[in-house]
């Protein structure tokens, strides 16, 4: 993206974004499990203790890896890349034992795996070429449209591939697709079509395995070991949460990256 939308203007797309949508998908749950007077939710034990040496270190941690984040474009010649920034936390917690390596071998490394397969499919369709011929398959489609039709029909598609093969890989697979046909629009506008298919490709839901967060929610496990969600669970209130997430993208979305210029 250039040039790259700053911070501040990410959390003045997202945060309104995210919080239409979580009310509205709130409500979508709501009525789907009916809950009501006869639903009883077990309290949650609250700590009173004071905070330990480890806490308030974890804490600090946590603060400037995400501070440093934050301002990573200006420490560039530094670190020079965010991956950089994110071994900092490794290095601090298993390094002072905080972590050890029972921690380690217990690691969700499916979803790890998960995460960097995607990106070596990715490499893969640039290097192909299949990225290209996406490209000139969309463009065909979408030529003469202005640029909210676009990015509706654009929205469909992306929201089938990240339901389908989780938000990562749709990521890497589409987003350059949308900077390319945002660049080519008789009035360019590759900066809105890039962070809108951002946001979409997180608003697949429909899968247990559209996303790192279903997939650890399918494998929560009450006392005896049974699983609180199936998979119909996420098509029955996955499907409509996914729809309506987008729905609140190319609007309220749309609207607030119109007002910015984008």
């Not at 002072?96 to 070596?120: C, E, N, Q, Y």
Request: with cysteine; glycine share 8%.
């Amino acid at each position: 993206m250039n040039p790259p939308i700053s911070w501040l203007g990410w959390f003045a797309v997202s945060i309104p974004v995210a919080l239409t949508s979580i009310i509205l998908i709130w409500l979508i749950l709501m009525w789907s499990y009916r809950s009501g007077p006869g639903i009883v939710i077990n309290p949650v034990r609250v700590s009173r203790e004071t905070w330990t040496a480890s806490q308030w270190f974890v804490s600090a941690v946590t603060v400037i890896t995400i501070v440093l984040w934050c301002v990573e474009s200006r420490l560039a010649w530094l670190f020079g890349d965010m991956g950089i920034i994110a071994i900092l936390p490794l290095v601090a917690f298993y390094g002072t034992g905080i972590l050890r390596k029972a921690d380690f071998d217990h690691s969700p490394w499916s979803i790890v795996f998960l995460a960097m397969g995607g990106i070596g499919l990715g490499k893969a369709v640039l290097s192909s070429g299949l990225l290209d011929d996406m490209d000139r398959v969309i463009q065909h489609v979408v030529l003469g449209l202005d640029i909210w039709p676009i990015l509706v029909l654009f929205s469909a598609v992306v929201l089938v591939i990240a339901t389908l093969i989780s938000h990562t890989i749709a990521s890497v697979l589409v987003v350059p697709i949308a900077a390319q046909i945002g660049a080519a629009m008789e009035v360019p506008h590759p900066r809105l079509l890039i962070l809108a298919t951002a946001l979409i490709c997180s608003a697949g839901m429909g899968l247990p395995i559209s996303g790192f967060p279903n997939l650890q929610a399918i494998n929560v496990e009450d006392d005896m070991g049974q699983r609180y969600l199936e998979p119909s669970d996420f098509f029955k209130n996955g499907i409509p949460a996914s729809v309506v997430a987008v729905v609140v993208i190319v609007t309220v979305g749309f609207g607030i990256m119109r007002a910015m210029g984008m």
